[in-house]
């Protein structure tokens, strides 16, 4: 299993960014995925996560500015994200799990993990 972020770049509050997950190794559209964040001397938050059957899981704090999809033919997960504010600054990590991983946002419950993309608001 690979995971393979990007997208992650310096962008003003207000601003928007894609990022992207490529996988590789496994049955994509098998798998729960999950973008989950880390900022720094903080630990690792579930930001939003889509399963198998295609649902769509998001924090509170980011619900209506963010947005998660997948395209199985490409094996990429992506992230959208609009409105970006400071508090968004973090790594961001692509993670998955071959079990369905219950809650969304429990971070544990994903066993392959991306090496991240940082996304700095300011």
């Known amino acids: 299993v690979q995971l393979v972020e990007s997208g992650g770049s310096l962008v003003q509050p207000g601003g928007s960014l894609r990022l992207s997950c490529a996988a590789s190794?496994?049955?994509?559209?098998?798998?729960?995925m999950s973008w989950v964040r880390q900022a720094p001397g903080k630990e690792r938050e579930g930001v939003a996560a889509i399963d198998s059957d295609g649902s769509t899981s998001y924090a509170d704090s980011v619900k209506g500015r963010f947005t998660i999809s997948q395209d199985n033919a490409k094996n990429t997960l992506y992230l959208h994200m609009n409105n970006l504010k400071p508090e968004d600054t973090a790594m961001y990590y692509c993670?998955?799990?071959?079990?369905?991983?219950?809650?969304?946002?429990?971070?544990?419950?994903?066993?392959?993990w991306g090496q991240g993309t940082q996304v700095t608001v300011s």
């Open positions: 190794g496994f049955t994509f559209s098998d798998h729960d």
């Open positions: 993670a998955a799990d071959a079990k369905a991983v219950a809650p969304w946002d429990w971070i544990g419950g994903y066993t392959s």
